[in-house]
């Protein structure tokens, strides 16, 4: 019998992101014998958001507040691996989830997955890359509520900062797409959206970063001739928010 509590504080105006690397706990359909339980507040007086057991890596799930609890519990038999999972720290915009990333790989999915996203959400994402690369994509899972032309849910991939880029694709369905999604920039945005009927199991993109030969160029020649303050301070800023409380941390015995 064991138990193991963790605990996150975000900044006031931000919330709490925490997602499973791995996770590898004693099944059971109640989770009554070992389990992971997400709380929504300081301490696990406060409501659960969901009580975890089996094995479903990449699941995500945000708090509404500054405040996350973790407790992880198990019992007097039966051990499987243990988790691991990481927090960060997202903007509440809508109180949702709405999320930014400068580091890569990393990955994207719909609120939920790989249970069911809610209706009527939008999800904006961005992703950055340093100046000099560009940003790939690429789906892993497909399933979100079909139409022609994805008039009711629908992940939309902008080719840069925000909704008013080019589109790069536009995905509905169950089919998941082939193709590698690059941006032409440093940037690309990811828009969730679901309407307010009929949901499904969302999807999931990892997307990494890759050096644009042509950029490389430029900024080899650019480094030459320009002032020595090479990274501006959009970036900087922008990084600030996901700074991770633990980058990582694990309930295992090493
Ligand atoms: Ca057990
Ligand atoms: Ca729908």
């Given at each position: 019998?064991?138990?193991?509590?963790?605990?996150?504080?975000?900044?006031?105006?931000?919330?709490?992101?925490?997602?499973?690397?791995?996770?590898?706990?004693?099944?059971?359909?109640?989770?009554?014998?070992?389990?992971?339980?997400?709380?929504?507040?300081?301490?696990?007086?406060?409501?659960?958001?969901?009580?975890?057991?089996?094995h479903f890596p990449g699941v995500s799930m945000v708090s509404h507040g500054p405040?996350?609890?973790?407790?992880?519990?198990?019992?007097?038999?039966?051990?499987?691996?243990?988790?691991?999972?990481?927090?960060?720290?997202?903007?509440?915009?809508?109180?949702?989830?709405?999320?930014?990333?400068?580091?890569?790989?990393?990955?994207?999915?719909?609120?939920?997955?790989?249970?069911?996203?809610?209706?009527?959400?939008?999800?904006?994402?961005?992703?950055?890359?340093?100046?000099?690369?560009?940003?790939?994509?690429?789906?892993?899972?497909?399933?979100?509520?079909?139409?022609?032309?994805?008039?009711?849910?629908?992940?939309?991939?902008?080719?840069?900062?925000?909704?008013?880029?080019?589109?790069?694709?536009?995905?509905?369905?169950?089919?998941?797409?082939?193709?590698?999604?690059?941006?032409?920039?440093?940037?690309?945005?990811?828009?969730?959206?679901?309407?307010?009927?009929?949901?499904?199991?969302?999807?999931?993109?990892?997307?990494?970063?890759?050096?644009?030969?042509?950029?490389?160029?430029?900024?080899?020649?650019?480094?030459?001739?320009?002032?020595?303050?090479?990274?501006?301070?959009?970036?900087?800023?922008?990084?600030?928010?996901?700074?991770?409380?633990?980058?990582?941390?694990?309930?295992?015995?090493?």
């Amino acid at each position: 019998m064991s138990d193991n509590i963790v605990f996150a504080l975000a900044p006031t105006s931000y919330t709490v992101l925490f997602t499973f690397i791995e996770l590898d706990i004693e099944d059971h359909f109640d989770c009554r014998y070992d389990w992971v339980g997400l709380y929504d507040g300081p301490n696990d007086g406060f409501p659960s958001l969901r009580y975890f057991c089996g094995h479903f890596p990449g699941v995500s799930m945000v708090s509404h507040g500054p405040y996350m609890t973790v407790i992880f519990s198990s019992d007097g038999s039966k051990n499987d691996r243990g988790y691991k999972a990481s927090f960060d720290f997202v903007q509440e915009n809508d109180g949702t989830c709405n999320a930014m990333y400068t580091t890569a790989p990393g990955e994207v999915t719909s609120p939920n997955y790989p249970f069911e996203y809610p209706e009527a959400v939008e999800c904006v994402t961005h992703i950055q890359a340093p100046m000099g690369q560009i940003v790939s994509l690429v789906f892993f899972d497909m399933g979100i509520e079909f139409n022609d032309e994805c008039i009711y849910d629908s992940v939309i991939v902008y080719d840069g900062a925000g909704d008013l880029a080019p589109e790069i694709g536009r995905f509905c369905g169950e089919e998941v797409p082939t193709e590698e999604l690059i941006s032409s920039g440093h940037d690309m945005t990811i828009v969730f959206s679901s309407d307010g009927s009929i949901t499904s199991t969302g999807f999931r993109v990892i997307f990494n970063f890759r050096a644009n030969s042509a950029w490389s160029d430029l900024e080899g020649l650019r480094s030459e001739t320009r002032p020595s303050q090479v990274t501006n301070q959009r970036e900087e800023h922008l990084t600030h928010p996901r700074r991770p409380l633990h980058d990582r941390f694990d309930n295992r015995a090493s």
